[in-house]
Nanobody, 125 residues
């Protein structure tokens, strides 16, 4: 499945951004979706994940309470609302999809089969 991430940009600390990841032409509700990020010089890390219907969500401790993942299966899109942004949130953000039907947490890159191209988020202090 081809994933198209968008919504990145430059924002001041304390500001907000909403990322979107679209998967056109697919049965989107079949995919467990996740967001990861990679800061310069660091490994890619888990940010958030959401189950097929949106019933279950999971967040990294570093973003819990500030970020919110959601999805609209009628629009084949998953969102990441990012509030109270900090300079340490600066990274390239990637969306990922997994089409297995096991209900389990998905915090590892290896658990996802499909990846978007990434969108840059820069938070200035």
């Amino acid at each position: 499945v081809q994933l198209q991430a968008s919504g990145g940009g430059l924002v001041q600390a304390g500001g907000s951004l909403r990322l979107a990841c679209a998967a056109p032409g697919r049965t989107f509700s079949n995919y467990y979706m996740g967001w990861f990020r990679q800061a310069p010089g660091k490994e890619r890390e888990f940010v958030a994940a959401i189950s097929w219907s949106g019933r279950y969500t999971d967040y990294a401790d570093s973003v819990k309470g500030r970020f919110r993942i959601s999805r609209d299966n009628t629009k084949n899109t998953v969102y990441l609302q990012m509030n109270s942004l900090k300079p340490e949130d600066t990274a390239v953000y990637y969306c990922a999809a997994d089409d297995t039907d096991t209900l389990t947490t998905r915090r590892l890159e290896s658990q996802y089969d499909y990846w978007g191209q990434g969108t840059q988020v820069t938070v200035s202090s």
